[in-house]
């Protein structure tokens, strides 16, 4: 009773423990998020320093190096290699007395410095409240996010200022007390980055009117300054380059991100291009601004920066890559009523502003136009049609949670490993899902082709070592039929056509279109067998990159003939000439033949009727006749495949637990609706 009326009772004591568990694990996750973050710092100087001087820093070279224009008595843009405002020359011209090595290093440190506090500001910048949680790794994982991104990458590698107008907004927004200082720091970055003058408008109808003027009070007197040092270089950028057209590269590159430049991409030019320009840029400025002001008003302020951030990027003449920050910015808002959506815009955020457009999207002709202006694509969405959530709507903290599947027995006791991968019932996100397939099969491509074997002599070598080690081991188990199978397919015209073809046609069409199905009939289904195919892909990228091998076709000497790529001539050195393309070293293990027994096993599960099943079976049984009889794998080849399939199978049950079947027996298990009701679950492994 005593323990009772004192709180002291076994219940507390279990419930403090437990919350004295939870924080420590939640300081060990954020020490290991800091832990990421200096890693990628450290990686980033590497990169910078380890480069030769005269390939690094090269924008910071071309200003104040031993022969930069800021050292010329003529005008500053006299070459147009000087991209910055007067008031930027004039700030930068005191750091030409430097040493080019100490700058250089002072520099990417002092860059590495604003980027932490960019990262540190945008963290305390959250809409509040923001849980506990939240507050202790939002800092770690946005400085993470900065050091990863393409802007921040490539201002380390150029030597660019595009981090500090950026900084002193959110400064100017967030951490500044006094509206006029604010307004002071908006106005020094509007200095040094003209569009930034979009933030006045901002802050103006947000209430900020004492900002407002201070940034437009601020922005003069740096202008008035510059001009009166430097009046024929002020006049050359304001007046004869109308505020920096023209300069840097050129305008119609991919590297410019803005309006102008895609639509000088699209082939217009002259008076039409510079009068759809003014009228696009002037409607994405006031719809960007609009929804800015509502977000601001909605106290969510720094996802009204970034709206305004991305708006600055469209109407710009010229955005560069490095001065794309603001997209990233961005990822805080959020988006979708359901738990599946909530992930959609962030991951897609992150992924533009990480990776390179080509692995976005797939290179091909129609796709162009989309890939070629991917980041300004994200801009314009971010400022003018993503429906954020306000942070009145019910969803905005609580979305509508997930449905899942009841647990399934184990037969072992610490199955799954990961029990917080449950089950989902409902379909995951399409776009995401979409999305997540083009960049991994992307990063596929890239290590596949990137693996140790290549057309290099000494990588052809030790894969023809790699092939004849197969081949005598398949004459010790009398299992060496390649050229014999492949020579009997070459002498029958339509069997060797139909190898081909099915050689060529089967291999993405089929797991593309049973993932497809399994997706709108199966989604349960489909979450267990796309992580097979994800655990296997990725174990088959590491035999790729430990074991080179050639396969029969590329092996001099055995006899083989490709009935595919057609006949290689061994004379030549460079009779591998597909490594161009692909790896044509990464044969072992074969996901030709392992994709399609991945297909057979899951139709194999899965089928609702008797007799689909072994006809499922039936495709890796002619993928595994083609590889061998069009001479591009071995039979071993087929066994390392049938081996990453068999372990990809396993670590899914392993971390996820069985496989949970989910029969329905009601209308929703039709194809519109995505949460069938489950009324039995069974374990399959």
């Known amino acids: 009773m005593a323990n009772v009326e004192h709180g002291g009772g076994p219940a507390d004591v279990f419930g403090a423990t437990a919350v004295e568990g939870a924080g420590a694990r939640l300081r060990a996750v954020r020490l290991g998020l800091w832990l990421v973050a200096a890693i990628l710092a450290v990686r980033q100087v590497a990169v910078v320093l380890s480069?030769?001087?005269?390939?690094?820093?090269?924008?910071?070279?071309?200003?104040?190096?031993?022969?930069?224009?800021?050292?010329?008595?003529?005008?500053?843009?006299?070459?147009?290699?000087?991209?910055?405002?007067?008031?930027?020359?004039?700030?930068?011209?005191?750091?030409?007395?430097?040493?080019?090595?100490?700058?250089?290093?002072?520099?990417?440190?002092?860059?590495?410095?604003?980027?932490?506090?960019?990262?540190?500001?945008?963290?305390?910048?959250?809409?509040?409240?923001?849980?506990?949680?939240?507050?202790?790794?939002?800092?770690?994982?946005?400085?993470?996010?900065?050091?990863?991104?393409?802007?921040?990458?490539?201002?380390?590698?150029?030597?660019?200022?595009s981090i500090i107008p950026?900084?002193?907004?959110?400064?100017?927004?967030?951490?500044?007390?006094?509206?006029?200082?604010?307004?002071?720091?908006?106005?020094?970055a509007a200095a040094l980055?003209?569009?930034?003058?979009?933030?006045?408008?901002?802050?103006?109808?947000?209430?900020?009117?004492?900002?407002?003027?201070?940034?437009?009070?601020?922005?003069?007197?740096?202008?008035?300054?510059?001009?009166?040092?430097?009046?024929?270089?002020?006049?050359?950028?304001?007046?004869?380059?109308?505020?920096?057209?023209?300069?840097g590269g050129k305008a119609d590159a991919l590297a410019n991100q803005s309006l102008h430049g895609a639509l000088l991409r699209?082939?217009?030019?002259?008076?039409?291009?510079?009068?759809?320009?003014?009228?696009?840029?002037?409607?994405?400025?006031?719809?960007?601004?609009?929804r800015a002001v509502r977000y601001a008003r909605d106290g969510q302020l720094l996802l009204a920066v970034a709206i305004t951030g991305c708006a600055a990027i469209a109407v710009s003449p010229t955005t560069w890559q490095h001065q794309l920050l603001w997209v990233l910015l961005a990822v805080v808002g959020r988006v979708g009523k359901r738990a599946s959506d909530r992930y959609v815009w962030p991951v897609a955020v992150v992924l533009v502003t990480s990776l390179p457009a080509k692995m976005m999207l797939p290179n091909m002709a129609v796709m162009y136009v989309l890939r070629d202006n991917i980041v300004l694509l994200a801009a314009l969405a971010a400022a003018t049609a993503v429906p954020f959530l306000s942070r009145t709507s019910p969803h905005y903290r609580s979305p509508i949670p997930a449905e899942f599947a009841p647990p399934v027995p184990a037969r072992f006791?610490?199955?799954?490993?990961?029990?917080?991968?449950?089950?989902?019932?409902?379909?995951?996100n399409l776009l995401l899902e979409l999305l997540l397939l083009r960049v991994t099969y992307a990063a596929y491509q890239k290590v596949r082709l990137a693996a140790t074997g290549g057309s290099n002599s000494a990588g052809r070598a030790r894969a023809e070592h790699h092939g004849h080690l197969i081949l005598d081991l398949e004459r010790f188990l009398h299992i060496d039929i390649e050229l014999a199978v492949n020579h009997a397919v070459v002498k029958v015209g339509w069997l060797r056509d139909f190898f081909g073809f099915y050689y060529e046609s089967f291999h993405f069409a089929v797991p593309l279109t049973i993932l497809g199905v399994?997706?709108?009939?199966?989604?349960?289904?489909?979450?267990?067998?796309?992580?097979?195919?994800?655990?296997?892909?990725?174990?088959?990228?590491?035999?790729?990159?430990?074991?080179?091998?050639?396969?029969?076709?590329?092996?001099?000497g055995l006899g083989i003939i490709d009935t595919v790529h057609g006949v290689q001539d061994f004379s030549k050195p460079d009779y591998g000439t597909l490594t161009a393309l692909t790896n044509q070293y990464a044969a072992m293990p074969s996901l030709h033949f392992g994709w399609s027994l991945w297909c057979g096993v899951v139709i194999a599960v899965i089928a609702p009727r008797w007799w689909m099943k072994p006809l499922g079976l039936l495709h890796p049984l002619f993928t595994v006749s083609a590889i061998v009889g069009t001479g591009n794998h071995w039979v071993l080849d087929a066994v390392g495949g049938a081996v990453v399939v068999g372990a990809g199978f396993g670590l899914a049950y392993v971390f996820q637990?069985?496989?949970?079947?989910?029969?329905a027996t009601r209308a929703s298990a039709q194809a519109g609706d995505e949460r069938p009701a489950p009324v039995k679950e069974a374990a399959s492994g």
């Not at 860059?111 to 949680?133: E, F, I």
């Not at 007390?177 to 106005?187: D, I, M, T, Y």
């Not at 637990?657 to 029969?663: E, H, I, L, N, T």
Request: charged share 15%; aromatic share 10%.
């Open 51 to 161: 480069t030769p001087s005269g390939e690094r820093l090269t924008d910071l070279e071309t200003w104040v190096g031993p022969n930069g224009v800021l050292h010329v008595k003529g005008s500053l843009y006299d070459s147009t290699r000087f991209t910055g405002t007067p008031f930027g020359g004039l700030v930068l011209k005191p750091l030409t007395r430097s040493a080019e090595q100490a700058l250089g290093w002072g520099w990417t440190f002092g860059t590495l410095l604003l980027v932490a506090a960019l990262g540190l500001v945008a963290a305390r910048a959250l809409p509040q409240p923001v849980g506990r949680r939240t507050s202790l790794l939002a800092a770690p994982v946005a400085v993470s996010l900065l050091m990863l991104s393409l802007p921040v990458r490539n201002t380390l590698w150029l030597g660019q200022t």
């Open 166 to 188: 950026v900084l002193l907004v959110l400064l100017g927004c967030f951490t500044v007390r006094g509206e006029r200082a604010g307004g002071v720091c908006v106005g020094l």
């Open 193 to 247: 980055q003209p569009t930034v003058l979009l933030f006045a408008p901002l802050l103006w109808f947000t209430g900020r009117r004492n900002a407002a003027l201070a940034t437009g009070a601020a922005f003069a007197a740096c202008t008035v300054l510059a001009w009166a040092a430097m009046p024929h270089d002020s006049y050359t950028y304001w007046v004869h380059h109308m505020a920096g057209v023209g300069l």
């Open 266 to 290: 699209l082939g217009l030019t002259g008076p039409l291009e510079i009068g759809l320009f003014l009228l696009l840029g002037a409607a994405v400025a006031t719809l960007g601004l609009r």
């Open 413 to 428: 006791r610490r199955v799954p490993l990961l029990p917080f991968l449950r089950r989902v019932l409902t379909r995951p």
């Open 518 to 556: 399994l997706y709108w009939r199966r989604p349960v289904d489909y979450r267990w067998a796309r992580s097979a195919l994800g655990f296997a892909t990725l174990l088959a990228l590491v035999g790729f990159w430990l074991f080179p091998l050639a396969p029969p076709r590329l092996l001099p």
């Open 657 to 663: 637990g069985p496989r949970a079947r989910v029969v």
